[in-house]
Nanobody, 123 residues
Framework: VQLQASGGGLVQAGGSLRVSCPASGRTVSSYTMGWFRQVPGKEREFVAAIRWGDGSTAYADSVKGRFTISRGNAKNTVFLQMNNLKSEDTAVYYC?????????????????WGQGTQLTVSS
């Protein structure tokens, strides 16, 4: 599975942004897709995950109520809608994929990764 995250940018605090990640190479209908983020000097942390089959989702506590993960069957794309952005959301955002239905929140469970897309939130 090849993943290509895009859509990052510079946003003011309180603003919104949507990042996307099309998957290619194989169908992801039986996969779980995730978003992670990383800032320099820190571990890559879980943000959100979605089970492709039924759309079930999981979120990190830090983004609940502000971020929404979704999937679009056309082009096998996973999205992350980010609202009410805060300066602490500034990071490189990565999409990831793993076979199976578990809404894994640990990076080690994901087999495929895209390159990151930078989000910078200015205060």
């Amino acid at each position: 599975v090849q993943l290509q995250a895009s859509g990052g940018g510079l946003v003011q605090a309180g603003g919104s942004l949507r990042v996307s990640c099309p998957a290619s190479g194989r169908t992801v209908s039986s996969y779980t897709m995730g978003w992670f983020r990383q800032v320099p000097g820190k571990e890559r942390e879980f943000v959100a995950a979605i089970r492709w089959g039924d759309g079930s989702t999981a979120y990190a506590d830090s983004v609940k109520g502000r971020f929404t993960i979704s999937r679009g069957n056309a082009k096998n794309t996973v999205f992350l809608q980010m609202n009410n952005l805060k300066s602490e959301d500034t990071a490189v955002y990565y999409c990831a994929a793993r076979p199976g239905a578990a809404l894994a929140q640990r990076r080690g469970f994901y087999d495929y990764w895209g390159q990151g897309t930078q989000l910078t939130v200015s205060s």
